[in-house]
């Protein structure tokens, strides 16, 4: 339903309190209209200026995290913001690399909690510097507790219990999941999630993530030791791609299924090698926790309320409807 227009009146009140926010602020130099005043005199109304770091558990060589920093950087172009762009796969790293961003007096941080209990010193450390922290794609029961402005990313629970629900539908009997990061809150919830709802058989299979010719042959090796699994569970694209090789190189007949997209794995699906795989849009998460902190300097705005998270999925990615995000995978975006 499209919002009529403000009648006459209405335009004369916004004028009279347009009117008058200009004349306190003249005077007394006060805050109006609940505009965020936590460090808000940093940035100037536009944006430009202000600066924010994005700190990621992502490791070197992950393609996933060039998604979610593509999409921070369009926001930030968007904005007029100075990004700046870090990430470590341990813990106690990133949480060097949050303080640091507090030290160099940002004005905005977005953090992924991957490891929560790491993040909380980092994080109270940033509020007493009057710095916003929001987060995105993993953590999404534990921003609120560690003191995040907002969450943006998918329900990890909620969508292993659909892969279930998917293996269900396809008949699958025995489904290896494979975790590339051990103690990674938001992988470990997939896998949980799978086991919950799938009326067949579930395994762990933790592998070294850093190492994909040892993905593949873990994978491989699992494969030829236990012919009964006929479903390989990835938790993202390129060990979905290495789930795919591992299947050739062992003979098995099991099915592939993954979380996460790009251009490779699009390709995969599209030629049938993987069944589906499970979209949260990285690039969507970057963007928003950037724009997000953007609105709340410029404007008080707080996505959720500070509630409740964004969810940027699940949705399902299969060879009936791979065309219409192909193209978008090709440019680097999905």
Known sequence: MNTPPPQPTTLRLTRTVALASAACLLVSGCSVLGAADDGADTADRSGGGMKVALVTHGGKGDAFWDLVRKGAETAAAKDG??????????????????????????????????????MRGPVAQAKAAGIPVVGLNSGIDAWRPTGLLEYFGQNESVAGQAVGDKLDEVKAKHALCVVHERGNVALEARCAGVKKTFRGDTDNLYVDGADMNAVTATIASRLRQDSSIDEVVTLGAQYGLSAVKAVEQSGSRAEVATFDLNKDLVKAIQGGDVQFAVDQQPYLQGYLAVDALWLYRTNGNISGGGTAPVLTGPAFVTRSNVSAVARFAAAGTR
Do not use: E, F, N, W
Request: aromatic residues 2%.
């Open 81 to 118: 913001i100075d990004l700046t762009y870090a990430g470590d796969s341990d813990p106690a790293s990133q949480a060097a690399l949050v303080r640091d961003a507090v030290r160099d007096k940002v004005d905005g941080i977005a953090v992924t909690l991957a490891k929560p209990a790491a």
